[in-house]
């Protein structure tokens, strides 16, 4: 073989094994309550259904409905709820969604074909990182990175959470174990737009900082992260942190290249947000309201944001710096 084909064939096989779509990982929603006999009955041959396949990753919700005095809802009443009425299941326990598809309440969760038809690709890998900062707060840093040609291209909805993977207690059924109960949405309950990767290679980082709270063991919490078309709201990709937790880094530098962690203040605030620990010249920043609406999006040399027009509320406000993002809640009061 000529020196210029050789060249050529190595080329053409690294494009192909740099554009290799990865496998995309199992996500079952499991929507359940602790005072609910049915769930008691169910759950345990999902459980064992579970154990054999590894792969797939689970999550619990606990709406309020229909029993309100489930204790793991009332810790968490509204973030729980809102997840819930993503799909539109409110009000009947148990139910499942695999990859973002509601699943009848006929289905045996026992069968172990269950997950079968769930499994496929994906052009997106998503990797999860966790520090510790202090003795009171942890920070989920997500990392979305395009690996393959693909669609969706332009944007999709991600929902991330804080989850205790156990949870030991009686709420009323019998059952004396919760696993990877939701305890915290990191941004909107229902996911928020964000914008994808273009081209094969290129990563979105996501960092949120939250406090811990009393109730949860530290030692136990994970990060999940779940990445859905924004109209079907099906699985685009899924992953499930360990527990593990690092050190803060706090610094951009070159060996690692994370991005600085952006800090807000006043919060809350009344007629201006400003930023710190911004060193770009230019930045891009949205402003979302509860409804999910983006009411102010703006790139811009100032580091203060005029927020007198904005109606007193809670919004999530979305700052673009470099190939990162930062998100932090907000509060406006006037």
Known sequence: ????????????????????????KTMLEHFTNTKCGTCAARNPGLNANLNLHPQVLRIQIHPSSPYVACFLSMQNTSDNDARTNFYNIYGTTPRLVINGVNITNATNYADTSLFTSYAGLSPFNISIEQYAIGIDSIQSRITIQRVAIGTPNDSAK?????????????????????YNVLRR?????QGMVI??????????????TEKYNSIWNQNRMATV??????LNKQLIQSELSSTAK?????SLDNNNCRPVEIAIYP????????FQNLNTESITYQIINSKGEVVQNETTRIRIIDTTLLPSGIYLLQVFNEKSITVKKVLIVH
């Open 225 to 230: 992260a779940i990445l859905q078309d924004k």
């Open 185 to 189: 949405s990191l941004f909107a309950p």
């Open 158 to 178: 991600l929902f991330a959470g804080l989850v205790e993977d156990t949870v030991f207690g009686n709420g009323g059924n019998g059952e004396l174990q919760h």
């Open 267 to 274: 919060n809350p605030a009344n007629n201006f947000i400003a």
């Open 195 to 208: 914008p994808l990767p273009a081209a094969v290679g290129d990563s979105l980082v996501i960092t949120k």
């Open 246 to 250: 690092t050190s803060i880094i706090t």
């Open 1 to 24: 073989m000529k020196k210029s084909a050789l060249i050529l064939f190595l080329i053409l096989i690294s494009m192909r094994f740099t554009n290799a779509q990865v496998a995309k």
